[in-house]
């Protein structure tokens, strides 16, 4: 397993923690009065004992798994490691994450492939799925942000295929099994996929569905590859994020912490670290390809200058606003729909029908949410 140096050392701000984690829940549907009452059952960041953060979320996974219900587990697992690993515990929850979903996957028999990417001679595991050497198909590659792993993901794989689509979710550099460290240029892991899987899918025509701080990097990815067709991001820092020291005092502690982890520097530096990773208005300007991109009023990572800023300089942006915090996680189902309709929208040989059954299912989240509030509003 990756994902297992020792984090800044300070541990994590336990109650910050529980309420973070609960967007990541949401995100895998996840029921609340499942994983509520284990968050009380917490009382400490740190080991491996019980009351612990890593065994209670590992003990509610094997309980899970003994039951037959291993996706389920490997999401618990995948919570279990959350933010990042920095001891044996966390190290035990990736190393039961990745092996729930491959047990998984191979069960089901959901056509999930395993693959490996060289990044410049360092390998990179990552999850496939369509893949044909003698049909080729569009490549759609999915990227979590900072604190998602590719398990949280891999689920989609087989839905992507379904979409005349060939597939790929990896993780950041630093993140999960990735042993890469996050770096301004760490853009090159998108072409290093490309690359790799150049002799089973068309990678001429390549579309990114890069979710928060990989957002960033699929941006400075499709300026420089001409491969890259689209972008859709959920919460993408491009600018202000790196460069507003007003606004980094206050950025969640976790957050923080986990850059700091993923760079290799200390958390009190970070910020400088980053500093020249912004993305300038010329480069936004540059960017030559179709960029939906899914925002949030109430974000608490990245700031609202940020997606004006996409207002302003990009040429084909496509702006889902949400009422919400960071990822939009109340707004899950309208999100996906959005976002995959945004990908076909973009490909040129798009077929009709999958567009149709896509926009419907977007039209039905939007309706669904429509009535939850005004259910709610009802029972005040």
Known sequence: MTDTTAGPGRGNDLDELKRFVVAHAVSQNLPADHYAPLLDRITTDAGDAPGSWAYEWIRAGDELDAAGRTLAAGQYYVLGRFPFVDGPGRARALARSV?????WRKAEETGIEAGTVDVDGVPVRIWTAGLDPARPRPLLVVTGGIVSTKEQWGPLLPQLASLGLAAAVAELPGVGENPLRYERDSARL??????????RADVSRTYLLALSFSGHLAVRAALADPRIRGIVGNGTPVHDFFTDPDWQRTVPRVTRDTLAHLAGVPSDTVYAHLRDWALTDDELRSLAVPFAAVAARRDEIVPPADAERLRRNIADLRLLEHDDVHGA??????TKAWSLLAVQEMRPDADPAI?????????????AARDAVQDAGAAR
């Open 329 to 334: 996680p109340a707004h899950l189902a309208e």
């Open 190 to 199: 998108f072409g290093a996929i490309l690359d790799a899987l150049a002799d």
């Open 99 to 103: 092996d729930a979903f491959d047990r």
């Open 355 to 367: 567009t149709e059954r896509l926009a419907a299912a977007l039209a039905a989240a939007r309706d």
